[in-house]
Protein backbone atom coordinates (compact mmCIF):
# COMPACT_ATOMS: atom_id res chain seq x y z
CA UNK A 1 0.00 0.00 0.00
CA UNK A 2 1.39 3.45 -1.17
CA UNK A 3 2.03 6.14 1.38
CA UNK A 4 -0.66 8.66 1.07
CA UNK A 5 0.73 11.78 -0.32
CA UNK A 6 -1.68 14.58 0.88
CA UNK A 7 -1.62 15.11 4.64
CA UNK A 8 -4.61 16.40 6.36
CA UNK A 9 -4.39 19.10 8.37
CA UNK A 10 -6.02 19.00 11.64
CA UNK A 11 -7.60 22.96 13.16
CA UNK A 12 -5.73 23.83 15.45
CA UNK A 13 -7.72 24.22 18.86
CA UNK A 14 -6.00 26.99 20.35
CA UNK A 15 -5.44 29.73 17.57
CA UNK A 16 -3.19 32.71 18.55
CA UNK A 17 -4.58 35.51 21.09
CA UNK A 18 -5.35 39.09 19.49
CA UNK A 19 -3.66 41.80 20.62
CA UNK A 20 -6.70 42.83 22.94
CA UNK A 21 -6.54 39.09 24.94
CA UNK A 22 -2.66 39.08 25.17
CA UNK A 23 -2.33 42.71 26.60
CA UNK A 24 -5.73 41.98 29.08
CA UNK A 25 -3.96 38.40 30.27
CA UNK A 26 -0.57 39.90 30.60
CA UNK A 27 -2.09 42.84 32.85
CA UNK A 28 -3.54 39.83 35.20
CA UNK A 29 -0.27 38.22 35.41
CA UNK A 30 1.52 41.31 36.58
CA UNK A 31 -1.21 41.61 38.79
CA UNK A 32 -1.12 38.32 39.98
CA UNK A 33 2.66 38.70 40.56
CA UNK A 34 1.93 41.94 42.40
CA UNK A 35 0.11 40.41 45.41
CA UNK A 36 1.74 40.35 48.77
CA UNK A 37 2.66 36.97 49.98
CA UNK A 38 2.67 35.33 46.84
CA UNK A 39 6.07 33.62 46.92
CA UNK A 40 7.44 30.57 45.33
CA UNK A 41 10.44 30.71 48.23
CA UNK A 42 9.24 32.14 51.29
CA UNK A 43 12.35 34.02 53.37
CA UNK A 44 13.97 31.36 55.34
CA UNK A 45 12.05 28.29 53.55
CA UNK A 46 14.99 25.13 52.32
CA UNK A 47 14.49 23.08 49.45
CA UNK A 48 16.07 21.48 46.79
CA UNK A 49 19.07 23.11 44.83
CA UNK A 50 17.77 22.52 41.18
CA UNK A 51 21.70 22.61 40.12
CA UNK A 52 23.21 20.88 42.70
CA UNK A 53 20.83 18.91 44.30
CA UNK A 54 21.39 20.08 47.97
CA UNK A 55 19.02 20.28 50.34
CA UNK A 56 20.81 24.10 50.81
CA UNK A 57 18.24 26.49 48.22
CA UNK A 58 16.92 28.86 50.96
CA UNK A 59 14.17 31.31 50.22
CA UNK A 60 16.07 35.25 51.07
CA UNK A 61 15.05 39.09 51.38
CA UNK A 62 18.55 40.29 50.42
CA UNK A 63 19.62 38.75 46.78
CA UNK A 64 21.06 41.08 44.80
CA UNK A 65 21.57 40.98 40.51
CA UNK A 66 24.14 41.90 38.33
CA UNK A 67 23.76 42.50 34.71
CA UNK A 68 26.66 43.92 32.10
CA UNK A 69 24.94 46.70 29.84
CA UNK A 70 26.80 48.51 27.65
CA UNK A 71 30.09 49.13 28.94
CA UNK A 72 29.05 49.13 32.64
CA UNK A 73 27.04 46.94 35.17
CA UNK A 74 22.88 47.57 36.57
CA UNK A 75 23.42 46.20 39.61
CA UNK A 76 19.71 45.07 41.59
CA UNK A 77 19.92 44.96 44.86
CA UNK A 78 17.50 43.64 47.96
CA UNK A 79 15.39 40.85 45.55
CA UNK A 80 13.60 38.17 46.65
CA UNK A 81 14.17 34.18 45.75
CA UNK A 82 16.38 31.76 46.14
CA UNK A 83 20.16 31.35 46.54
CA UNK A 84 22.11 27.53 46.87
CA UNK A 85 24.07 27.62 50.25
CA UNK A 86 26.07 25.32 48.37
CA UNK A 87 27.08 25.53 45.43
CA UNK A 88 25.70 29.50 45.12
CA UNK A 89 23.11 28.75 42.36
CA UNK A 90 20.36 31.73 42.33
CA UNK A 91 17.08 32.24 40.94
CA UNK A 92 14.58 35.60 41.57
CA UNK A 93 11.18 35.20 42.47
CA UNK A 94 8.63 35.93 39.26
CA UNK A 95 7.62 39.45 40.24
CA UNK A 96 11.06 40.40 40.72
CA UNK A 97 12.32 38.96 37.71
CA UNK A 98 9.65 40.50 35.89
CA UNK A 99 10.87 44.23 37.56
CA UNK A 100 14.38 43.44 36.46
CA UNK A 101 13.56 42.22 32.92
CA UNK A 102 11.31 45.51 32.75
CA UNK A 103 13.97 47.78 33.88
CA UNK A 104 16.90 46.31 31.96
CA UNK A 105 14.54 46.12 28.37
CA UNK A 106 15.73 42.77 27.79
CA UNK A 107 15.44 39.42 28.82
CA UNK A 108 19.17 37.21 30.18
CA UNK A 109 20.84 35.29 28.49
CA UNK A 110 23.22 32.60 28.98
CA UNK A 111 26.78 33.75 30.05
CA UNK A 112 29.82 32.00 29.05
CA UNK A 113 32.17 29.89 31.57
CA UNK A 114 35.85 29.85 31.98
CA UNK A 115 37.94 28.39 34.20
CA UNK A 116 40.83 30.14 36.09
CA UNK A 117 43.84 28.13 35.99
CA UNK A 118 47.46 27.97 37.60
CA UNK A 119 49.61 28.67 34.46
CA UNK A 120 52.88 29.05 36.13
CA UNK A 121 54.75 30.09 39.51
CA UNK A 122 51.70 31.79 41.27
CA UNK A 123 50.53 32.78 37.96
CA UNK A 124 46.32 32.52 36.80
CA UNK A 125 45.04 32.44 33.89
CA UNK A 126 41.61 32.14 31.56
CA UNK A 127 41.33 29.95 28.48
CA UNK A 128 38.52 31.72 26.71
CA UNK A 129 35.67 29.99 25.37
CA UNK A 130 36.06 29.20 21.23
CA UNK A 131 32.67 31.19 21.23
CA UNK A 132 34.25 34.35 22.99
CA UNK A 133 36.92 34.35 20.97
CA UNK A 134 35.44 34.39 17.81
CA UNK A 135 32.40 36.65 18.54
CA UNK A 136 34.98 39.29 19.70
CA UNK A 137 37.02 38.79 17.28
CA UNK A 138 40.26 37.96 20.21
CA UNK A 139 43.67 37.26 19.11
CA UNK A 140 46.66 36.03 20.91
CA UNK A 141 48.59 39.86 21.43
CA UNK A 142 45.13 41.90 22.34
CA UNK A 143 45.21 43.55 25.90
CA UNK A 144 42.31 43.13 28.22
CA UNK A 145 42.01 45.79 30.78
CA UNK A 146 40.71 45.20 33.22
CA UNK A 147 38.06 47.35 35.49
CA UNK A 148 37.53 45.39 39.34
CA UNK A 149 34.28 46.40 40.58
CA UNK A 150 33.87 44.20 43.74
CA UNK A 151 35.40 41.00 45.15
CA UNK A 152 33.63 38.53 42.62
CA UNK A 153 32.86 41.26 40.07
CA UNK A 154 34.76 42.67 36.93
CA UNK A 155 34.44 44.53 33.52
CA UNK A 156 36.88 43.64 31.12
CA UNK A 157 37.52 45.31 27.68
CA UNK A 158 39.78 44.16 24.88
CA UNK A 159 42.07 46.15 23.15
CA UNK A 160 44.10 44.86 19.93
CA UNK A 161 47.63 44.14 20.75
CA UNK A 162 50.71 44.77 18.75
CA UNK A 163 51.74 41.95 16.81
CA UNK A 164 55.51 40.74 17.39
CA UNK A 165 58.39 41.10 15.25
Known sequence: MKKKETQDWIQDAHPAPSVEQWAKATAKVKADLAKPGRRLWPDGSKSTCPKCRSKAFEGRNDLSLEIPS???????????????????????????????????????????????????????????????????????HDVARIHVIAPDTAVVKFEKGKPEA
Do not use: N
Not at 82 to 93: F, N, T, W
Not at 101 to 116: C, I, L, M, P, R
Open 70 to 140: RGHVVIFRHLQGARCGKCGYQVLEPSDQHAVEEEVGVSFHSDYEAKVSRIGSGTLGTYWPKDVTRAMHLEA
